[in-house]
């Protein structure tokens, strides 16, 4: 269907799920499969680890940022051209990264990349606002996470062969092969939804649209929820790979294949909450994902305070602490939106600043405690972004959620 056609609503099934779930998943994708690769990336271009660590934040940071121009375009233009656009822009941060002489190119392909996957980040959810109501947002949510979450796992297993086998920027290759096959896919698939009626695209027009959003007590308090579950997510990648990789001596394939648990673990707590949200409700649902994030933190943390560095026991903490997030994060990103039928592109791009934001500041709150703390970093952030979701939760609600 072209766009001209008017809005149209994407029909349930997998080939829906499918298609949401790539354009929602290329951002996690290019963030995740350069990760075996930071100490050859290091090498190579001759910088220290905490630069190299600086090109995920950067690119978290352009992530969040880029969101709040883009969703109020969504609403205005509509999903599909904004989709196709941030596509073009992607592949050409992918072509630069992959030929990057140096780590200031390798910065500005990867900001690239950030604004094009934002791009297809914000349409996702609006689409998914679009085209379902009331709690199958949240089991299309929910969906999406399951399938979401194989990329986490694949992508740092396809980076860390790459790696071993012929070097990084064969692992970042594979972003360019991402954004030809997302533009064809999209052009051959994703009608226009849209049923917005932004009419303006004037500086101040955009921040009152952005008004009813933050005014809303239940967007707030669930977008909250949402930052700190992704800030302790994107505190333990930033960690991950120094922990593994520089501190157990893991090779970078057998690192890639670690994430095989977490993300099990993190299919769980989707499978649980498709199955579980219209029984027992969006705030049961999230109050059991949360106290699974809480015992995680405290598994993880009490081995290592106690010195002993164990990759099972590590492991074993972070799969419960994932199996919380699968459980809470689809919850409450449907929550957050749900209140915002004429405004999805809007709401998806102040949800996707909050989710981006935090990412980043998880993954600079592990960088800056690195040299002090070593592989007590990222589970201290870990701990503090926990309580920072507890917190989110416990605020006052108004009678919508």
């Not at 993880?300 to 419960?320: E, F, K, Q, S, T």
């Amino acid at each position: 269907m072209k766009a001209a056609d008017g809005p149209a609503r994407l029909p349930p099934g997998m080939a829906t799920i499918a298609l949401l779930t790539f354009l929602a998943a290329l951002g996690q994708f290019s963030t995740s499969v350069y990760l075996p690769s930071f100490p050859s990336i290091a090498r190579e271009l001759a910088a220290p680890m905490s630069l190299v660590q600086l090109t995920l934040t950067a690119y978290l940071a352009t992530m969040a940022t880029a969101q709040l121009v883009l969703g109020p375009l969504a609403d205005r233009f509509g999903r599909r051209r904004i989709v196709l656009a941030g596509l073009a822009i992607f592949l050409a941060g992918s072509l630069l990264a992959t030929l990057a002489p140096g780590l200031a190119a390798l910065m500005a392909g990867r900001a690239l990349q950030a604004g094009g996957a934002a791009a297809c980040a914000v349409a996702s959810r609006a689409v998914v606002r679009d085209s379902f109501e009331g709690a199958e947002i949240s089991r299309a949510m929910a969906a999406i996470a399951i399938a979401f979450a194989v990329v986490p796992a694949a992508a740092p297993i396809i980076g860390g062969v790459l790696e071993d086998a012929a070097g990084w920027r064969w692992g970042m290759a594979t972003t360019v092969v991402a954004g030809i096959v997302g533009i064809a896919v999209v052009l051959a698939r994703l009608p226009e939804t849209n049923r917005s009626h932004l009419a303006s695209l004037a500086p101040l027009a955009i921040l009152r649209a952005y008004g009813p959003v933050l005014a809303d007590a239940d967007f707030r308090r669930w977008a909250i929820v949402v930052g700190g579950t992704m800030g302790g997510l994107f505190a333990s990648t930033a960690g991950w790979p120094d922990v593994l990789i520089g501190r157990l001596g893991l090779s970078a394939t057998a690192y890639g294949l670690t994430s095989i648990v977490t993300v099990a673990a993190f299919v769980l707590g989707g499978v649980a909450t498709r199955r579980l949200v219209a029984r027992i409700g969006e705030t049961t649902l999230a109050w059991c994902g949360l106290a699974l994030l809480t015992l995680g933190t405290a598994s993880l943390l009490a081995p290592l305070v106690a010195g002993h560095l164990g990759l099972v026991a590590i492991l074993a903490a972070m799969a419960v602490w994932t199996a919380g997030v699968g459980m809470v994060l689809p919850t409450a990103m449907g929550a957050a939106l749900r209140g915002f039928p004429e405004r999805a592109g809007t709401a998806s791009a102040m949800l996707g600043f909050v989710q981006g934001g935090a990412a980043a500041l998880g993954a600079a709150v592990t960088g800056a405690l690195t040299d002090a703390l070593g592989a007590l970093a990222f589970p201290v952030a870990l701990a503090g972004f926990t309580a920072l979701a507890i917190a989110g939760f416990a605020a006052p609600r108004s009678g919508r959620g």
